[in-house]
Structures are given as C-alpha cells and as structure tokens.
C-alpha cells in the first residue's frame, strides 16, 4: 500500500476558523460541531465545505477461522444470510441510510456464497472465504494485492460519481477475531484485552476465544514484518478493502466516518502506512465491543457518540451522519455579526 495523503495549509485552516468565530455566537460555543466544520473545510481546501452524495459501502466477506473454531456463536452462513438482508432493505444500516438520504452499497469481498445480480451489490469476491489462520496465513500476498487493487477502485468509482463523503460498515461472521489479532499487532496490547464477546459470545465462551487467538498470534507473529504481512497473516478480506479505500479516499480528499470495532481495526493498518490519514476521518461512536475504546485511545481521538452500539454494518456512521451535515450548514448558513448587525463582545 502506498499513500498519496497530503496535508492541507495553515493560512486555510485560519480563515476557516475566522470564518467560524464571527458567526453569531460566542466563540466555542458550538463546541465539536465548530472543530468538525474546520476539519471538513480543511479536507475539502475550501471555507465553504458541502457534503455530496454521501455514501455508506459495507463490505462482506468470510473467515476460515469459524469453520474449526469456536470464535462465534453464529453459523457462517448468516454473513449471506445479512448480505440478502441488506439488498432487501431490511437491515439496521438500510433503515439509517433511508433516514438521513445517505447511499448504500454493499461489497461481496468474500463471501462464501454465490449472489445472483443486485444493482446494490458490487461483486469483488476474492474466494470464498479467508483460509483458517489458526492453520495458515489467511491470504496469499496475490490475493491481498487483488483486495486491496478492488478496494482502491471501488473508492474511485464512487469518487468520480460526485460523492465527497464516505463511510464504511462490514459484516463477516468470524471479524471480531480478526479485527482483536489486529489490534494486538498494531497498538502492541495483550489478545486478552482486544478480545470482547463479539456477537454475544458468553465469559466462558469468551476466555476460549482469547486462548484460540493467542495461540494464532504466537503463530504467526514471527513472520510480521510489515502492515501488509499483519493483514495477510490476520485480516480478512472485507478488512484489506476497507483499509485500502480508507487510504484511497483520504488521497481523494473525501471526509470519512469511521464506524465501529472492525472498521478502526482496519483503519490501525491504514494509519501504519500513513498517519496523516486521521486528518480525513470523523470517530462517529465507541462500540460495546471492549477494544474500541482501546483503540480510539490509541489514535488520540474522540468519537462523537456512546451508544452502546455493536452491530457493525456502518450503523453508527449512519446515526452520527446528521450531527457531520449540522456542522456544514451553520458554517454555510449561519449569520455573521455584521450581516445580522449584532454587536460583538
């Protein structure tokens, strides 16, 4: 993966925030609405930012690890099972995305099964599944180069229909285990302190899980050089492509909401290769899942909400997308002091 991120200038970043101060308020007191307005002005190199064609992509794919172990209480299955749910409208992330009038798409990465045409689905399959990494790598290096070459071109295509905000969502029975082993490997925490009960795995079920993805870090550790190798030996495909469209949109210059648990795991690889790319990404919530929080620390931000959510799909991107939208309408639409003629302090 390489990186075309480039940082935006000072003088820009002052006559935004001039812009901001002298609307009809005190200074601050729209408190992280003002920060999200400078930052949005910033990414788009302009005092007057607009939010276009807003999208959310859910990638898809699934494990080999759920196959032999017991990482999940579902089947693997159900990751086709949502895929359908999600063309057919019926999913939590279709019912915010309907709400707030932001686009979905949904990413066959790797799922294993076969989907017959969808004008909503974008067919990326990789295989059918990751191999079991508690055996092997989880891909080749071809398979990651093909993932990550889908995951850029999926972002461009979505660039150049005009859209300049995206966030993303994932569903894959078995991504908690592969998003923990991530985290392990990229903030250098314990595997029992990335590990969480995933789809409601019970606290016995849960030490298991940790036991299974220690014994597949030991494995596998030695051979990590490189974020590449981490993903190769530990991701999935779903992972991969969202790490690559991360990096892909930040070079476009497009605001990113960044979800739950799986999605930041994702974005932890993304910020080894380049770390300017947190310059582009909204925190929309801390998941339930317990390494989120953990994660967030280790990337110094603050996520704009605390819900309680932990279902993935780019839910909670969905949810905080309104609060994104208020901070570019005051910036617009709110009155100066002088065009109002309110006196100022």
Do not use: W
């Amino acid at each position: 993966m390489i990186s075309r991120i480039t940082k935006t200038s000072k003088k820009l970043e002052k006559e935004i925030q001039e812009k901001i101060d002298f609307k009809t308020k005190p200074v601050g007191a729209l408190g992280v609405l003002e920060t999200i307005a400078l930052q949005i002005g910033t990414i788009q190199n302009t005092t007057s930012p607009k939010i276009t064609k807003p999208s959310i992509v859910v990638f898809a794919a699934d494990h080999g690890i759920v196959n032999t172990k017991p990482v999940s209480p579902y089947p693997q299955e159900v990751t086709q099972q949502m895929v359908l749910n999600f063309l057919n409208g019926g999913a939590a992330i279709n019912v915010f995305c309907k709400q707030n009038n932001i686009d979905l798409q949904i990413v066959d990465a790797g799922v294993n099964a076969d989907f017959i045409p969808h004008e909503k689905l974008i067919s990326a399959k990789i295989a059918k599944g990751t191999a079991d990494f508690s055996e092997t790598k989880a891909m080749t290096s071809s398979q990651f180069n093909i993932a990550q070459e889908k995951g850029t071109k999926i972002l461009n295509t979505l660039h150049k229909k005009g859209c300049n905000t995206v966030g993303f969502g994932e569903m894959g029975i078995g991504n908690t285990s592969s998003a923990a082993l991530l985290m392990s490997y990229f903030t250098k925490t314990p595997i029992k302190n990335c590990v969480g009960k995933g789809t409601g795995l019970n606290d016995k079920d849960l030490k298991q899980k940790a036991e299974i993805l220690n014994d597949v870090y030991l494995k596998h550790i030695h051979t990590i050089i490189t974020p590449k190798d981490a993903l190769i030996c530990f991701g999935g495909f779903e992972i991969v492509m969202i790490a690559s469209a991360i990096l892909e949109a930040a070079a476009l210059k497009m605001t990113i909401l960044i979800d739950g648990f799986i999605v930041t795991a994702a974005l932890l690889a993304a910020y080894a290769i380049d770390k300017n790319v947190l310059d582009y990404c909204i925190f929309s919530h801390t998941s339930g899942e317990q390494g989120h929080a953990k994660m967030l620390d280790f990337l110094n931000v603050k996520p704009l909400l605390n819900l309680g959510l932990r279902l993935g799909e780019g839910t909670g991107a969905a949810v905080a997308f309104p609060i994104i939208q208020a901070a570019t309408t005051f910036l617009n639409e709110m009155a100066t002091f002088k065009s109002a003629n309110v006196s100022e302090a």
